[in-house]
Each structure stands twice: as structure tokens, then as C-alpha cells.
């Protein structure tokens, strides 16, 4: 761009060192450390760092990393519970250089070792008791001629201790070997801004998950946003129940470094341990599934009052909050704030912020208006709901649309894959594949992802619909509805039905059951008995039925 | 920088206009007046404006400028109050692709001519009370043949009336005229954040004001850092007593918007008037100069609690709070935060963030850790105190260098002066001119203008210290000390005193009276009586006073 000639001069100047600074968000460890030195950090079972010990913990584990021959943007896989060293490697990795790979920890053998050939591990970070489900992964890496070196976190309260290769280094020994001096600290700087600072497979419920790459820009913008659109206060008490290694658990573990948090760490969600962990901190936040929700809201161990001394802020996403988990939380003294995102968008991006009006609705009005997916996150720059044309859809909570999404918390791409980033990548947005609705007050709505829709006779029928039809009747265990071809209409639903151990239904009640639900042209033509694909997430495996589907005729 | 391989097929993607945004604050009023439409935004005595009004009025005024012909990077200049044109003209400038230039109200009016000709200004935003001081600037811009359209602003509650130019604009009729539909809307978009924002002069205590240029990507930081740093929550009160011409009244405009603020505005700062718009408004943050803390603090009007309800936080930077300012905002439930910061780097970027345990120490020693410069802000990426090697100075409370910082938020540059800027902006860090000690806990503490330093047989001798021996005696009522040549030790003190009416003292007795109070080689060797030259601004102007103590001999 041409600027006027007044500021020809300043090109001297403009964009050196002194003023032009990459952002990263290791920046942030470095500045807590500096700052809220004395403060906790990271809590574990007994165990409760300073921010001071935290960094020289990470510089200590990005030396030994160096020391062991890591080269930049190595891929540092790991797996691992939400312990001390998994939040660790959150900065210690981009620190050394390297880029982190959290993988689900409920992955199958074959997938994780799909992750490491496609990701080209070359560190492995590993809780001891996962070894044997990498195991085969392992053995396939060094077949392939992969140079893998393993640490171990040999964590003393995990329930299995299995044997640990021979030539595996143990966390814990690492920092002490390479226990660094504060004047050695690495210094939390980056050449690029947009270089790979992660790599976040997705669940791959359409076939083989892809590594969504995200960069040290989007991770501080991510976690500044977050700070604001959740009005994050200082050193809240923050107890980390989403897995990191989902979207690097939200980005939390940057965001909660800002404001200086303690962040309790947990192996593993059991509620009565969660409840325990909640006084001892005295929790103020956390963020949560829909399903740890429901456990809490549904526990009878649950305390009357989360924090007595004030309100605690939570996070949820994946599923809208029913009004019932909404109500109970509300009466633990939980505000709940349903947000929505995906891997490719470094998390949340969209969050049902509350209106000042809200809380004088009636109890079912407000879960409603709270059960929406939102509206933007202030790092999120642009959102559109938009329709075939790629004009946004009309506001009316009717008409469906896609949502799409462009700011600096979309992925990189895909990697290895340009393919699939290109068709996800264009016209200046990130396609999410969700269909929603907006509301007059600019609310958005997820109603089905896009290849869940079925269209039959040019009308679009919503999965999701006709399986909430299906679900309300007595006898269905578990529900998938997909499009099956139909000479006459294009497609057709087909439901999938697992039912309840020892209920009864015919194809024909469930069929009549929902035509009086909904729209009779939405109800399936077909229903088929039987247990559902899923995925080692525990995701109904959609594109199987679909295949399936495709062999059926209405 | 070299990506391994498999990163190679990112170039596809990276960087595109879906996952690249450049960072504008501008986006931060799109976003609230979405979200928080029909939330108050800035109010003013009677008015009281929605976000969704605000927006309308910036889009309309933005509109405005562009159908009088505003071309990209041309310079609005506002010489205002803090009105609410004076918050808008901070997205309508910058949507429209202007470059704002905010213009301090003290001025005299020969350095007003300067700024319009050194920023090139093609519009003038002004409120009529202002145009008598206008006038000359005016009329020389015009006779030098600059285009220069003016809007006035034309507020009823102002104390005098001047006439008008004939071909003036009017604000509100131009809003009315330019009225535009939410269709119309320009988008928060820029094209390179590393482009000019705008435009800050320095106050000229050492000759002509300089020209600081910030750019979209430094403001944006900025604001979202102080959110962070300043832990600023969802929709506080913040009554807007910072002019917004400083530093663009310390990048709140764009910080407060991010939160949904409610903005409370001023024409002019008075205790009483101040008191009943913190009654009105609930007010939960201010900002503002030691004065009028002081100010507040000592107003008989003074109400027990300036907010029943919470605890009010209030920023501040210039000069080290004293201690029974702090003590008695305390007593009305206002916590204070002291920063620091220059016109060269958007306004603050050290805060003396309070520490859990400092509320248990005795009131003295709180103050005196809270009276210092503190530690960085979230945005602030790196600050050094550096000895005249670049080494950082013992961090011992006591070891004198100069404040250094790295980051975002340090302009781009001086404009039109690459010598300046080049001067200032070296080896990697924008040099303050600032004199400090860093404490062992890793809070810094200026202690001088490095200009200020008077080095006298090799010791450092701070003309701030020698000025408060001065303060500390009864008939001294202006002070400024600067350096005078001495054959023997190069430099010596000299002091220029202004006594109280009616008080007496002589030379002798004022240098003895220092010997008494600080090491004796630090006692001026000479006093000269008289009033003190000061800038519009009321600065001391000690460059001329050094030019003076030039011709004297000790």
C-alpha cells in the first residue's frame, strides 16, 4: 500500500526490533513468572508449583529437549492426563522450538500411529500408563526408520505401571539433569508469527483425522480474546477439566497463564474428586462437556454450593446445556457460558454471552437463549451464516445457513493436505460445515452439521431434528439418521436405532412415532436395528451409516 | 525462515484472507455494538447513547469525512473536550481510513500551527469554545495553501459561544446529511496493521513537539493488554477524566469499548461535577493524573464512598502517588494503580500491580510500593534498565539505568524526523530517556530524566532528588535543578527557585539547607531566584534553564 509521502520516513524505524515484536504466547509464562513469581501455579494432588518453579521447569525441560536433538519445528507428540507436565510442554516445547502434538488419549492403536507417521514425531511425551496403547504405534514409528525418543512421566497416583522401554528417559530425571539456570533461559521470542506452533488432529468422524495446524499469533490472540470475552480477573482459582489435548484444552493453559491463575490439574473427571478439588482450591472457573456438567448437576455427593463465597464461572461446549442441567448448576452457584468452536478454530470462537436482561426471564426462556451457540469471541473477527450464494441468511432463527468463519484464530491448514485445506480455505472464509439459524438478536444457532442435512424433494431435513424425534420415544437407546438415496425425492432419512436393553419397538411405531413428532416428510423411511459405529472418542462414525444408507433403497 | 517439508503444503493456506487478519481496534466496536447493541455506550451530562447508536453515529461521521473528500492517511485533527465526538472521531477517523491526530487544548497557538502544518492536517474536528485559540493556526494552515475543511462541535452546555467560520461544518448537521444504513456500513478492515493510526505530538519540554506515529496493530495490543492487565471486567462505569489527546487518552477509547463499557464524559475536571457523575453513573474505573486524585482526595465535598458497592479502581501515572493520597482514596474504597508509560509507547506499559501480601503491610510501606512504575503490562514484551554498555543494571533497588523497551506498543516512529526516530529506536529497543532503579522483587522505579542526570565527578546526581531537598524547605514554592559546567567536577547543580508569596530565603540558606538533608556533593552550588519558563502545559520547561545555567559559573 502507498502511504503519503509524510510517512516515507518512517520506514527506518517502522517494524524493527524495538517495535515489532511476533507474537507468541510463551511471552506469557515469561512475563507471570516475572511478575507473580510467588504465586501458585500449577496444582496436582499435593503437589503446588509457583509460576517461578513452573518456568524453571519448562526451561528445564526445552533444555533437555535441545540436548536430545531437537531441531526446529520437530513435532513433539504427546500423551498424556492433564498432569503438571502436560500443561509443561505447553511452553516448553514452542520454547525449544519444536511444535506439540496432544493426541486424544482415547485414540486405537492404529489411528495414534497414523498421527505419528503423518505428524513425523520425533518426541514422544507419554504417561507411563498409556505405553501399552502406544505401544504397536512405537514399534511401527522405528519400523518405519522414524527417530523417536520417548520420556516417560512417571506419574506415582496412576493406577497401572507398566514396563518402560530401556532406552526411555523419565521427565522427572530430564529436569534434573538439565536443570537451567535463569541466566540460560531460552528467551520466549519467535522469528515468525506465523510459523506452526501446534498441530491438533481432528476426531475424525469422516474417516482419518487431519492435523490442524495452528500458529503462535492465533494461540496469543486466542487466549487475549478469551481473556476478555470471558472477563477473566486476576489469579482466578481455575480447575482444568477439558482434556488438553483438545484444541490444547482450549487454549486454556495460555489464557489462564495471563491472569496469572493457580490451574488445578486432574487425571481424570470423577466428580467426587472434582468436588474435593473444588474446596481445596476454592475453584472460580473451569470449563467442561456437557456430560461433565450433567455428572455434577446429577452427582448426590454434590455440595450445596460449588464456592460459597462466589459465583463460579463455567465453560461448556459440544452439546447445548439442557434447561435442567442449566437450573441445577444455577443453584450450585454456577453461571454457565455455552460457547462453540472447532479444532480448526483454536477452539471457541462463538459464546452465548449473557445479556443483563436475561436473568429476569423465566427459567426456561433463559436456558433457551442460553443454549445457543452465541455470538463472536473478540478475537474472532468475522462470523457469517451464510447460504448457498454466500450471502448471510436472514435473521429470523428460520433460515439455515452455513457458518463460516475468518479471523486469526483459523488454522494454518491442513497438514499435508492442501486438498482438503483449499475446500475448507476459500473465498475468504473457513468453511465450518455446521448449518445454524441467527436470531433478530444476532444469536446463532447450530441446527446440523452440513453433511448431516438431507435434502429431500429441495427441502432440507435436519439429522439432528429427526433424531430428537426418535429419542423421545421410550424404547430407543441411541439414534443416527442419514440420507439414503430415493428415486423420487433424491434423498430420504434413514435412521440407525440401538435400543434400550429389554425395550421393544417396530420400524413402523418409530417411523409413526415421529411423523407425529415432526414435519411428516421428515420422518425416516427406514429404520434399521442394531449397535452403532463409533469412533475410539465414543462418536457415532456417521460416514459408515452412510455408506450403509447408500446400499438401501426407500 | 526454512519450514521443514511437511509444512510446505501450508503455503497454500497460510496467511490467507480467511485465516489473516490484520488487527485494527476498530473491530472492537463492530463487535460490541453486535453484541452489546442496545448496552450504553458514552454518556455525556443528558445524553446517554446505545453501542448500537454509537456505531451509527461513527459510521455516519466516517461517511461524512469520506464524502468531503478524505483520501487514505489524511489527517483529522481534533482539538476537543472529552465530548462524545471526541471518542467517536477514534473509529469514524480510522474507518474512513484517516489518520487521527488528537491535539492537546493547552497549547498556545503557534505550536497548534506547527502540529497542522508537521502532521499536513486536512480536517479540523473542533469544539466552537476552542476556535478563538484555533484561529491563527487556521488562518497560517490556509495561507500556506493547505486544504483544510472544518466541523465544529457545537455543544450546548459550552461556556462561551464563538463566532463561526462561514464554511465551517457542523457535527450533528453532518451526521444528520451522512445518516447511513446499516447496509452502508464500512467495514473494520485495514489493509496492513503496521499502518498509521495516528498521530500524538510530545509535549515539547525539550524544544518543538514530535509527532509519534501509532499504528492499528499497536493500538489493538494495547487495548487488549489492558484489559488483561488491568483485569478490567464486562461492562464496568469508567468515567473518561484523562484527556482523550493524551496518548489518545491512554488507548481507552478502544480498550473500554472491548468490554462494553459504559463511558462516562467530561468537559472539564471538577471535583464536584466529578462526584456526582461517579453517583450517576455507579462508576467503577477511572483514570487520571496525580493531580486529580489529589484533587478528589481533598475536595471537602468529598463523599464517604465514591461507589457504595465496590471497590472503585482507578489508574494513574506522572508522578508517584504520595502516600496520604493513597491512604485517603482508600478510605473511599478506590484501590489505586500507579503506571507508567510515554506518548512513544500508546501510554502505559509498567503497572504497579498489586501483590496478595502487600495489603498486609503497614499503610507507609503499601504506598511506597505502590508509588513505584511496577512491572510490564501483558503487551509490554520486553523492559530492560540497561547501564551504558545495554547491560541490565543489579536489580538492587539502588543501580541507576535507563528504561528500555521492546514491543508492539513502541510507534513506529517520529514524523518526518528519521533522525529522532533512528535516535530513539536502536539496538532492538525503543530508549525512554527515563532513569531507574530496578527492586529485588523486579518492580522499577524511575528516578530521572536521563537529561535530567547531572554527573559531577563521576557521580550521578538526580536533579529530582535535589529538587525534593529544595521542596522540603517552607519558603521554596518551584523548584527545577539542571546542570551548570564546573571546571573541577564538569558538572555541578544549579537550582532555579521560585519562593512562596510572602516567604524569604537566601542562597546560602537554601544550600545548607540541602547539605542537611542529601549527600553534600549533591547541593546546588548555586540558586537562582525567580519565576520558572513552563510550557502550555504547565511542564517546567528545564531546557531553557539549561541554556541559561550554561552562562553561569559555581
Known amino acids: 500500500m502507498e502511504l503519503p509521502a509524510r ?3 518512517l520506514a527506518s524505524t517502522s517494524g524493527s526490533a524495538a517495535n515489532y515484536v511476533p507474537l507468541t504466547p510463551t511471552t506469557f509464562l515469561s512475563r507471570t513468572a516475572d511478575v507473580y513469581g510467588d504465586l501458585p501455579s500449577v496444582c496436582y494432588g499435593e503437589t503446588q508449583y509457583t509460576w517461578r518453579q513452573t518456568e524453571q521447569r519448562v526451561q528445564s525441560f526445552a533444555r533437555a529437549l535441545l540436548a536430545m536433538g531437537l531441531q526446529p519445528f520437530d513435532t513433539v507428540s504427546v500423551l498424556a492426563f492433564n498432569t503438571p507436565e502436560m500443561f509443561e510442554a505447553h511452553y516448553a516445547v514452542p520454547l525449544a522450538g519444536g511444535v506439540l502434538n496432544t493426541i486424544n488419549t482415547r485414540l486405537d492403536a492404529d489411528t495414534i500411529s497414523y498421527i505419528f ?14 505405553l501399552p496403547m502406544a505401544a504397536m504405534a512405537i514399534e511401527s514409528c522405528r519400523a518405519r526408520g522414524q527417530t523417536l525418543d520417548i520420556v516417560i ?31 540460560d533461559y531460552l528467551p520466549a521470542v519467535v522469528a515468525d508469527e506465523l510459523a506452526p506452533l501446534a498441530i491438533n488432529f481432528t476426531s475424525g468422524t469422516s474417516g482419518r483425522p487431519k492435523g490442524v495446524v495452528y500458529h503462535h499469533r492465533g494461540a496469543y490472540l486466542m487466549a487475549m480474546g478469551t481473556v476478555s470475552g470471558w472477563a477473566v480477573p486476576r489469579h482466578p482459582s481455575y480447575l482444568y477439566l477439558v482434556p488438553m489435548f483438545h484444541c490444547n484444552g482450549w ?28 474446596q481445596t482450591h476454592q475453584v472460580t472457573h473451569f470449563g467442561g462437556a456437557p456430560i461433565v456438567l450433567n455428572m455434577l448437576a446429577n452427582s448426590p455427593n454434590k455440595p450445596a454450593r460449588l464456592n460459597p463465597d462466589r459465583v463460579v464461572q463455567a465453560m461448556t461446549a459440544g452439546a447445548p446445556p439442557p434447561a435442567s442441567v442449566l437450573a441445577k448448576m444455577a443453584d450450585m452457584g454456577v453461571e454457565i457460558m455455552h460457547v462453540y468452536g472447532l479444532t480448526e478454530t483454536y477452539g471457541h470462537i462463538l459464546q452465548a454471552t449473557p445479556q443483563p436482561d436475561w436473568a429476569e426471564m423465566d427459567v426456561q426462556t433463559e436456558a433457551e437463549l442460553k443454549a445457543r451457540q452465541g455470538v463472536r469471541f473478540p478475537m474472532t473477527e468475522q462470523v457469517g451464516v ?10 429470523d432463527g428460520e433460515t439455515m445457513g452455513e457458518i463460516v468463519i475468518r479471523g486469526n484464530v483459523v488454522m494454518s491448514g491442513y497438514l499435508k493436505d492442501p486438498a482438503a485445506s483449499e475446500d475448507s480455505l476459500k473465498n475468504g472464509w473457513f468453511y465450518s460445515g455446521d448449518l445454524a439459524v441467527v436470531y433478530p438478536d444476532g444469536y446463532i444457532q447450530v441446527r446440523d452439521r452440513a453433511k448431516d442435512i438431507i435434502i429431500s ?9 429427526v433424531e430428537g424425534a426418535l429419542y423421545k420415544h421410550p424404547a430407543v437407546g441411541e439414534a443416527a439418521v442419514v440420507a439414503m438415496p430415493d428415486e423420487k425425492w433424491g434423498e430420504t432419512p434413514c435412521a440407525f436405532v440401538e435400543l434400550k436393553q429389554d425395550a421393544d419397538a417396530s420400524e413402523q411405531e418409530l417411523i409413526d412415532h415421529c411423523a407425529a413428532q415432526i414435519a411428516r416428510f421428515k420422518r425416516p423411511k427406514k429404520v434399521v436395528f442394531g449397535p452403532l459405529p463409533k469412533t475410539a472418542t465414543g462418536k457415532i462414525q456417521k ?11 426407500s
Open 117 to 130: 507417521e503423518r505428524a513425523e514425531t520425533r518426541f514422544l511425551l507419554i504417561d507411563r500408563e498409556l
Open 153 to 183: 512421566i512417571d506419574d506415582p497416583t496412576a493406577a497401572a505401571k507398566p514396563d518402560v522401554p530401556a532406552d526411555a528417559y523419565e521427565f522427572d530425571v530430564l529436569l534434573a539433569k538439565h536443570h537451567t539456570a535463569r541466566s
Open 543 to 553: 460416514f459408515e451409516l452412510r455408506v450403509k444408507a447408500k446400499t438401501l433403497v
Open 251 to 278: 487454549c486454556h493453559a495460555w489464557t489462564m497463564t495471563i491472569m496469572a491463575a493457580k490451574v488445578v490439574c486432574m487425571r481424570s473427571v470423577d466428580p467426587d474428586a472434582i468436588f474435593a478439588a473444588m
Open 386 to 395: 451464510i447460504d448457498e450464494d454466500g450471502n448471510e441468511v436472514v435473521h
Open 457 to 465: 424433494g429441495g427441502e432440507n431435513i435436519s439429522s439432528i431434528e
Open 7 to 9: 510517512f516515507e520516513s
